[in-house]
């Protein structure tokens, strides 16, 4: 989970670079506020969906699953054999990267409770402060959203807040609210091309935009592009707007930016700045651009490259393709159960070779093939369960719950353990390639039957005084941990020490009963 937030965020950051770049041009030139609109909006859009690819970044699980080992055979000591090239270094960076990916998700949790608690007093404050337009508004709310083409009047409030004239959509209603003042010192054409200016927001659905604003300074907070594309992305809006009421009311330019100055001029200082969700009359800033633009623009057509920046838009913010779906294909088989299977195979052969030769009937191969597969059964437990910690393992680096060393230290200590408890497989590995090489060497010609079944029986002998040897250590392992416990037992005043003596001696008799 970390290294896809990781991957996301920088490949993200990587694509929108030359998208910004393009905005700022188209944008400089003030020529074509809606591409520049788009592009902006692209730009948050692509920061928080997933990329069709990714980037190679330093210490991903490539590395990490070529450092851990893949047989308990192998973790033979306390440490298990790594690359020694870069293991300090892969070790720093993926520390380093398992703090800011922490940082990263806490500055996002803090600004989510931060956001939403302001904007749930938000919307109380103002439905409290809020009560319908009068009538007057009323119709000309209505007026304006039929020219404007609007399926559904929104909800028109006016408030006594220092507040500017703003859209604030939350629970699926939307409220246009104006603050008395303005209608009280303006005169009707003035005030008028305020609600008209709202009303445009509406019709170009820049409330719902907020949304996507939001969204990407959640994910995104420590990115400046993300600033920038937000700053920039709202100053397009107004500008958009602007345009938008020009062309639909056909209204003289130098009339209607007379009356947005004189509308913010009239407005007093806010007592309480609105969260980012809500849409305001000058929220994009650079007041005088706007201006320029409202007093010099032509009317609106949608060049060609409009629908090319829509396929760019289609294209950018497809969801994630090839790179993650090469991710969900099954996982190979472990070396593991690929070597046990491989031996499998190789023994199996020898013995129908041998059938095949007359060295073995039918019946005996039968019994030896079911031999081996009960011998790989019982090597499936522990083989399984060593599998099984090292994949969980390598998940825990990945996602920054645990460094590599404490990784390997505990692949290590289960290696110990399930060498301890599955008897002496390594030794019997061993012993069983010895008995191969004998019965190659016999039909090769190297060695005499009667050889061969002399060195085979040695060799039985040494597998069974093996097994008699780790039996012997096992016992030894339970009376010693059998004579601690009763200690402690007596130094608690639990048992007295002829108590003791008595279940330690009968024990002792149930362990080695041959020596009665």
Not at 98 to 104: C, Q
Not at 223 to 252: G, H, Y
Not at 491 to 509: T, V, Y
Request: include cysteine; glycine fraction near 4%; aromatic fraction near 6%.
């Amino acid at each position: 989970m970390l290294n896809f937030l990781v991957q996301t965020g920088i490949t993200n950051a990587a694509i929108v670079i030359p998208i910004a770049i393009l905005a700022l041009l188209i944008g400089s030139t003030n020529k074509h506020p809606h591409i520049s609109h788009l592009l902006w909006l692209l730009v948050l859009i692509k920061l928080i969906t997933p990329p069709l690819f990714h980037l190679i970044i330093p210490g991903t699980s490539s590395s990490i699953v070529a450092a851990l080992p893949l047989d308990p055979n192998i973790a033979s000591s306390t440490t298990v054999p790594l690359d020694p090239a870069g293991n300090d270094l892969n070790q720093n960076f993926l520390s380093l990267k398992t703090l800011l990916t922490r940082l990263w998700l806490s500055g996002t949790v803090v600004l989510l409770i931060f956001t939403l608690a302001r904007a749930f007093f938000f919307h109380r404050k103002l439905l409290a402060s809020c009560q319908l337009a009068p009538a007057e508004v009323q119709n000309k709310a209505r007026q304006f959203a039929s020219a404007l083409k609007l399926k559904k009047l929104p909800t028109i409030h006016t408030t006594s807040a220092s507040l500017t004239p703003l859209v604030w959509w939350l629970g699926g209603r939307i409220h246009l609210v104006l603050p008395q003042s303005i209608l009280q010192k303006l005169p009707p054409h003035e005030w008028q091309w305020g609600l008209a200016h709202e009303l445009a927001h509406i019709k170009r659905r820049d409330h719902l935009v907020r949304w996507i604003e939001w969204a990407s300074g959640l994910a995104f907070w420590w990115n400046p592009l993300m600033w920038l594309a937000r700053n920039k992305l709202r100053a397009a809006e107004e500008i958009c707007t602007d345009s938008l009421v020009l062309n639909t009311f056909q209204t003289n330019a130098r009339s209607y930016a007379q009356s947005i100055l004189n509308t913010l001029e009239a407005l007093a200082p806010p007592a309480f700045r609105p969260p980012a969700m809500a849409s305001e009359i000058n929220s994009g800033g650079n007041l005088e651009k706007r201006m320029k633009h409202i007093l010099t623009q032509t009317p609106s057509r949608k060049p060609r490259i409009f629908q090319i920046c829509v396929l760019l838009a289609s294209t950018a913010v497809l969801p994630l393709g090839i790179a993650r779906a090469q991710e969900r294909k099954p996982k190979k088989k472990t070396n593991l159960e690929q070597v046990s299977k491989e031996r499998q195979r190789a023994a199996f052969q020898k013995i129908r070779e041998a059938v095949a030769a007359g060295d073995l009937t039918r019946e005996e191969a039968a019994k030896k093939m079911e031999a081996i597969k009960k011998g790989a059964q019982r090597d499936h437990g522990p083989r399984a369960k060593y599998a099984e910690a090292e994949a969980k393992m390598k998940a825990a680096v990945e996602a920054g719950k645990m460094t590599r060393a404490e990784a390997e230290k505990r692949l290590s200590r289960l290696a110990k353990q399930l060498r301890a408890t599955s008897g002496n497989k390594p030794a019997n590995e061993k012993m069983r390639a010895v008995a191969e090489e004998i019965e190659e060497a016999r039909k090769a010609g190297k060695i005499t039957d009667k050889e061969a079944r002399e060195k085979q029986e040695a060799l039985r002998r040494r597998v069974a005084g093996s097994g008699k040897a780790n039996d012997q250590r096992m016992r030894r392992q339970k009376y010693a941990d059998a004579e601690r416990k009763l200690k402690k037992a007596v130094e608690a005043g639990e048992l007295s020490e002829e108590a003791a003596k008595n279940r330690l001696m009968q024990f002792k008799k149930r362990l080695w009963p041959d020596k009665e």
